[in-house]
């Protein structure tokens, strides 16, 4: 396995904040994706870490820390449409091309 | 653009039998993968290919082969079916240079009885 760690399930609120946890081997590490993925559908390409702290995209952020393999996904104001599956996948290793993605965590947004 | 398109979006096979799902995209993208997911399993990497010509295997690669004669197009065939294989396969295309994300064709969901 690539020895990536999400939490299975998370529930909220709308308006509240939640955040997301991966872990993730720290050798050969070059980068972090995040996913969003609606039941049903295809994922979609939320944002790419490179560097240490946090990156803001509207009511998305996303935190790395390259040192403890260790990256969040925080969400704010929370919709009903966020409700949906979140992927971390670690870009490691020499070999372009090839992704690896965590089990995602399932996130339901209650009214 | 059409963007990743993906055929079919439903199969159904018996046991045994082989077929090719058909990946193809427009967007001049040197990077293919196939992503096969399962309930709990999240996203598994199949076979993956970094230019035409070039593919190499991903961490479940069993019981399926891949091609890249041209930049475009990216077929995965099933060999001779199993019920394991009985999945919802994805697409996925990018650009060669790091940081960009992977875009995702719809999916096919296969069934084998």
């Known amino acids: 396995g690539q020895n990536i760690d999400q939490p299975t399930e998370m529930t909220a609120t709308e308006g509240a904040i939640v955040q997301i946890n991966c872990t993730y081997q720290t050798s050969g590490f070059n980068g972090l994706f995040w996913y969003q993925q609606h039941a049903g559908e295809a994922p979609t390409f939320l944002s790419y870490n490179v560097l240490d702290g946090l990156e803001e995209k509207g009511r998305f952020s996303s935190f790395l820390s390259r040192s403890k393999g260790y990256s969040y996904l925080l969400l704010k104001e929370l919709q009903m449409k966020d409700s949906a599956s979140y992927l971390c996948a670690p870009d490691r290793g020499s070999t372009l091309g090839r992704l690896y993605f965590g089990r995602g965590t399932q996130l339901t947004v209650w009214p | 653009n059409a963007g990743v398109t993906q055929t079919p979006k439903f199969q159904v096979l018996k046991t045994g039998q082989s077929m090719t799902l058909q990946c193809a995209q427009d967007?001049?993208?040197?990077?293919m993968s196939w992503y096969r997911q399962d309930p709990g399993m999240g996203l598994r990497l199949i076979h993956y290919s970094v230019g035409a010509g070039i593919t190499d295997q991903g961490e479940v690669p069993n019981g399926y082969n891949v091609s890249r004669s041209t930049t475009e197009d990216f077929p995965l065939r099933l060999l001779s079916a199993a019920p394991s294989q009985t999945s919802v396969y994805f697409c996925?295309?990018?650009?060669?240079?790091?940081?960009?994300?992977?875009?995702f064709g719809s999916g096919t969901r296969l069934t084998v009885v």
């Open positions: 996925a295309s990018s650009y060669s240079t790091r940081g960009h994300g992977y875009t």
């Open positions: 967007m001049n993208h040197e990077y």
